[in-house]
């Protein structure tokens, strides 16, 4: 059996090697490393892809966020809903530009933030909603986009995890998930779903003002080179990995195929056991299973996952700690919160090895294994 590992890019990447090695050769030959033909032919094809009018590249999914935040407008002290079981980013960059974060449950089944949670923690502070499409499925943006409308709210989806991801709205219309909001925002870190071998980070919007102001953002504020309107910030996806993208962007579909694959072997394999519960897609979403995620019930979770590593099989919790409990955030008054299903899920979920390699030789020895240590 070949090593189980939590992402192998390296066997996708030997499955690309030529177009990928191309792609890089070309930029090297041109030395046009910054802002080079294979950056906006990304940005055009990604554009293309979700179906969106502008797509701006920057330097990674963090500052992507960041970007967005600052062209919103918002000023210090306004109020951001977010969900507090997420990554980090999501949640620093609202403090980082002094704005106030506002943490919010998740629903138990789907991970994702909480409609109902949100409405209940809307001020007359609040300006913006960043929803996280959690582990490869969108959050309810349906229900979302209604309440911004009632209050007037942005919405700034955070698509790190789900690029690729189709929401059927209630009229049967079909979109990308991070394209229905004010702004949507994805990483290309190398083990996302579109992953990049180096950093880098797009944002997504359907507003041209607002795309004019997203880009001069990302780029010190100009639009003229020298001349600068705004305060910005230096935020570029280099050649190279434009180059690199523009190559996985054409496998992203048979990426997404080949994880919904594995999720599905992972699925029939516990569907008996009362001892996990397999993630849950809502109706109306895709999931691309950026991660698989369970939750285990009354599993000693520290001791499977030492069982699991001491049979080859590595496993991840995502996240340990939510931001409400980060120390970050204890001048935000985030120990002031009290959200029982955050702190329920952070206790029982544990990640599974999830990419486009795993073959059913290795989904089956993982499957085993587990069911062998909760069954015990
Ligand atoms: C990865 C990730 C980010 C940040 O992306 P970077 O490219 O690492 O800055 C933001 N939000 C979520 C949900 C992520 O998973």
Redesign the pocket.
């Known amino acids: 059996m070949r090593p189980i590992q939590m992402v192998d890019t390296k066997t996708q990447y030997l499955k690309i090697k030529e177009q990928v090695d191309e792609g890089i050769q070309r930029v090297l030959d041109s030395a046009a490393y910054i802002n080079g033909s294979p950056v906006k032919d990304f940005a055009s094809k990604l554009s293309s892809y979700l179906n969106v009018k502008h797509v701006i590249t920057c330097g990674?999914?963090?500052?992507?966020?960041q970007i967005a935040m600052m062209a919103l407008g918002l000023e210090p002290g306004d109020e951001v809903i977010t969900p507090s079981f997420?990554?980090v980013?999501?949640t620093e960059v609202v403090a980082l530009l002094k704005l106030q974060p506002v943490f919010v449950e998740v629903d138990k089944e789907t991970f994702n933030i909480d409609p109902a949670a949100i409405e209940a923690a809307i001020t007359p502070k609040t300006k913006a909603i960043v929803p996280?499409h959690?582990y490869g499925q969108a959050a309810n943006m349906e229900e979302i986009m209604a309440i911004a409308q009632r209050h007037n709210l942005f919405v700034i989806e955070?698509n790190?995890?789900a690029i690729g991801c189709n929401y059927t709205l209630a009229d049967g219309t079909v979109k990308k998930a991070g394209t229905i909001g004010t702004i949507g925002?994805t990483?290309?870190?190398p083990s996302?779903n579109l992953g990049a071998y180096g950093?880098?980070?797009a944002i997504f919007t359907n507003d041209d003002a607002l795309a004019e102001k997203l880009q001069m953002i990302a780029n010190h504020g100009q639009k003229v080179r020298y001349y600068h309107e705004m305060v910005g910030c230096n935020s570029r996806l280099d050649s190279i990995q434009a180059a690199v993208l523009n190559v996985k962007l054409d496998h992203l579909d048979q990426y997404i195929a080949a994880r919904q694959k594995a999720a599905a072997f992972y699925d029939a394999a516990f569907k008996g056991s009362d001892k996990i519960t397999v993630p849950k897609t809502a109706s109306f979403t895709d999931h691309v299973y950026?991660q698989y995620t369970v939750i285990l019930n009354d599993v000693d979770r520290d001791g499977l996952s030492k069982y699991l590593a001491s049979r080859q099989i590595p496993s991840m919790i995502y996240y340990p700690v939510p931001a409400h409990r980060q120390r970050m955030f204890s001048d935000f008054g985030g120990s002031n919160y009290n959200l029982p299903v955050t702190d329920w899920l952070t206790e029982r979920v544990i990640s599974l090895p999830m990419h486009t390699e795993l073959d059913e030789e290795q989904l089956q020895y993982i499957s085993d294994q587990l069911l062998q240590f909760v069954q015990q």
């Not at 990674?60 to 966020?65: C, I, P």
């Open positions: 990674n999914g963090t500052d992507a966020l997420t990554y980013a999501t996280v959690l955070d790190a995890q925002t990483s290309f870190y996302k950093d880098g980070g950026h």
